[in-house]
């Protein structure tokens, strides 16, 4: 089991059938973070994962930009 199956259950979805292009980039993308309604639960696993995954938390007031293997936080 990889650590994203844990952090993203497919049975929530009704089209996701793999993870195919999550390999496009070689980070996760850990959004929600420090939300109101998600502090919590989002800390908690922000913090289980973090040492395990390349992480980078955004806000729901951010946006990823994606140029090959760099990236920047706008």
């Known amino acids: 089991m990889t ?3 844990v952090m993203d259950d497919r049975n929530k979805t009704h089209d996701l059938d793999n993870y ?3 390999k496009v ?3 996760n993308v850990f959004p929600h973070y420090i939300e109101d309604l998600f502090t919590d639960s ?3 696993i922000y913090l289980m994962f973090r040492d395990n995954l ?3 938390p955004v806000n729901d007031q951010q946006s990823l930009i994606v140029d090959k293997n760099n990236y920047t936080i706008v």
Do not use: D, E, M
């Open 3 to 5: 650590y994203i199956n």
């Open 25 to 27: 980039i070689n980070f």
């Open 20 to 22: 195919t292009a999550l």
């Open 54 to 56: 390349n992480l980078i």
């Open 42 to 44: 989002i800390q908690q």
